[in-house]
């Protein structure tokens, strides 16, 4: 079947800026069209899924702009990401692995001047789809592998290689391989070995396998399924794999005639965080997809109810929706949702900034893990949507019962992307951790002790209580630290990582809620009622949602009081109310077109136009 998109329009509302970035509409009309091309399968057995998603993540490739156009373009990559993610999680992931960090480690790492012919041969096959691209970084036998990786690549000046080794079961990587036959590369990440020294960690570009299997000396083991989100994952070991050189992702290192390794980062640990410095576009694009797959996981859920006529006494035959509970979690939902849209808006505003030299953010210790050493802010975007987005699904799951459970209704895929997520692309309980250790030991926040409105729907309320509950979780950890003087690193901490980790999720938090008004500030200004009010009454109510949510820490620090935590409860029944009405428009705005969804559970109804929610102009 050939499919032929609607002539698209222009997208003039700063609400759908907000929600899709700015992308021209060519490029979210080719996005839509690559992604319709093939619509969503359940097909779980990897050798029926494999191939459909090969099929899907070539049509893609070919539809967006090169690796190395996109990767210099926050809000495009973000899209791409956000948009494949909705059309199918498994599909977002292969992107993730194939263009955002393959693709990216060649873009950004390969030797400085021209780019070498095989380099530019890769990145070519990888554009066309004609070859797949896995990262391979974890090493599957022990904790923190990351920090401490033991594949090894050997020099060997005689042959002008390098010789890849995993030494024992344990250093096996662990990634995604998937079954379906082809050029099959990847970047792995091993350290260098030369003249008998140990250096510091590289990427370098290896062939797998290609239409016979796997290459000499690469070994993979029978799939892995991870049932939340179905890819097949293998363990892969290397046994005296020759690299060429040239294949080296070296960056500004070199090797001088007699075989000795030069490093301008200055230290392995700096190396790392250059190696690993491809995280940044993913920490940049993953909140959008996030957010993307909140906001169409709460209209599936919202029309869903809208739609399951109830038997229960004393009025059967009533709608879902008709009950203030529903309307309470959904609407609530939808809020989560927004919210979430704001800060990985300024999560790719971040990523934009960086990709344009324009920031630089100085850079932390390594801790427990690399990851907020390679950038602290956009580590602390990833992890806290990753969390927030499951919770967001996880509650829209439950009100669809049933049909919530089904895979081909999206929700479980959705979820399972969140949930899976959590650990993968940096593990953000680490991030959190690692956030805290900082924060702690850094002065106190001047801001904190500001004035407080004392109005819970002031758009100020609620991140200035954050702010205060950072500060005091900060000055608690101080605190603690300053008694355990004199211990070793491993006592000091060990007895204060939980608190570590709650500092570090509350400064997530509250950059988050400060991205609200931001959001409202940057995008909003010449949205007019009735959205812009709608979308301020979406703000508040995910603010309030929130402290009620906290209630028990902020009322046990003293932050909030009984007495300015009362009215919360009936606040947040008026914005449920006042909301209700404006849910057609909400749904128009924050929904994926149909024949990307493809979900039984909230399609819309016949006569709606398939394009309508994105491109079609909202009141401003």
Request: aromatic content about 6%; charged content about 20%; overall charge neutral.
């Amino acid at each position: 079947m050939t499919f032929t998109p609607a002539p698209t329009r222009p997208l003039r509302s700063g609400a759908q800026l907000l929600l899709h970035g700015g992308c021209p509409p060519p490029f979210l009309n080719a996005l839509h069209t690559a992604l319709a091309r093939h619509p969503y399968r359940v097909a779980g057995r990897p050798e029926e899924r494999d191939p459909y998603l090969a099929d899907r993540l070539r049509s893609l490739v070919r539809a967006l702009p090169p690796a190395r156009t996109l990767l210099r373009d926050a809000d495009g990559l973000a899209t791409a990401l956000a948009w494949a993610v909705v059309a199918d999680p498994r599909l977002g992931m292969h992107l993730v692995t194939h263009t955002v960090l393959c693709s990216g480690s060649l873009v950004r790492l390969a030797p400085r001047g021209p780019a070498s012919a095989e380099i530019l041969d890769a990145l070519d096959a990888l554009d066309r789809g004609d070859a797949r691209g896995s990262y391979l970084i974890t090493e599957t036998g022990r904790a923190n592998s990351h920090l401490a990786t033991r594949t090894r690549a050997v020099h060997d000046p005689e042959r002008g290689q390098f010789v890849l080794h995993t030494p024992d079961p344990a250093a096996a990587k662990f990634g995604g391989v998937p079954t379906a036959a082809g050029r099959r590369l990847a970047v792995v990440l091993a350290r260098v070995e030369t003249r008998g020294r140990t250096g510091g960690v590289f990427p370098f570009l290896v062939e797998l396998a290609d239409a016979d299997g796997p290459r000499p000396g690469v070994e993979w083991s029978c799939p892995a399924e991870v049932g939340a989100l179905p890819l097949t994952l293998r363990n892969v070991t290397f046994r005296g794999v020759r690299v060429p050189a040239a294949h080296w992702l070296r960056d500004t290192a070199a090797l001088d005639a007699e075989g000795n390794l030069t490093d301008p980062t200055g230290s392995p640990e700096a190396r790392l965080r250059r190696t690993l410095s491809v995280g940044r576009e993913l920490w940049g694009a993953l909140p959008s997809a996030a957010a993307a797959i909140a906001r169409q996981s709460t209209v599936l859920a919202l029309r869903h109810s809208r739609r399951r006529a109830t038997q229960a006494r004393p009025v059967p035959g009533l709608p879902l929706l008709s009950y203030k509970s529903q309307q309470r979690a959904l609407i609530g939902a939808l809020a989560d949702a927004f919210a979430l849209s704001c800060a990985a808006a300024r999560a790719r505003e971040l990523l934009g900034a960086l990709l344009a030299g324009t920031e630089t953010q100085p850079a932390d210790a390594m801790g427990l893990a690399p990851w907020t050493a390679v950038n602290r802010d956009l580590s602390a975007y990833k992890a806290y949507t990753m969390r927030e987005a499951e919770r967001v699904i996880a509650a829209c799951q439950r009100r669809c019962g049933h049909s919530g459970l089904v895979d081909a209704n999206r929700l479980s895929g959705y979820r399972g992307f969140q949930h899976a997520f959590d650990p993968a692309g940096g593990d953000s309980q680490l991030i959190l951790y690692d956030l805290g250790r900082t924060l702690a030991t850094e002065p106190p926040a001047s801001e904190a002790t500001g004035p407080r409105p004392a109005d819970p729907t002031d758009p100020q309320w609620w991140p200035a209580v954050l702010r205060a509950h950072e500060a005091a979780l900060a000055d608690g950890l101080r605190g603690a630290l300053r008694t355990r003087r004199g211990h070793d690193p491993f006592e000091t901490w060990n007895p204060l990582l939980d608190l570590a980790g709650e500092l570090g999720e509350i400064h997530a938090a509250r950059l988050a809620a400060e991205d609200v008004g931001w959001a409202g500030d940057r995008f909003l200004v010449d949205v007019g009622p009735p959205l812009r009010d709608a979308l301020d009454a979406l703000g508040t109510l995910s603010a309030l949602r929130a402290a009620r949510r906290r209630a028990g820490a902020l009322l046990t620090a003293g932050i909030l009081t009984p007495e300015s935590f009362a009215p919360l409860a009936a606040e947040t029944n008026r914005l449920c109310d006042r909301l209700l009405p404006h849910l057609p428009l909400l749904e128009g705005l924050f929904s994926f077109p149909d024949d990307i969804v493809c979900s039984g559970l909230g399609a819309r109804t016949p006569d709606a136009h398939p394009r309508e929610a994105v491109y079609s102009e909202v009141p401003s």
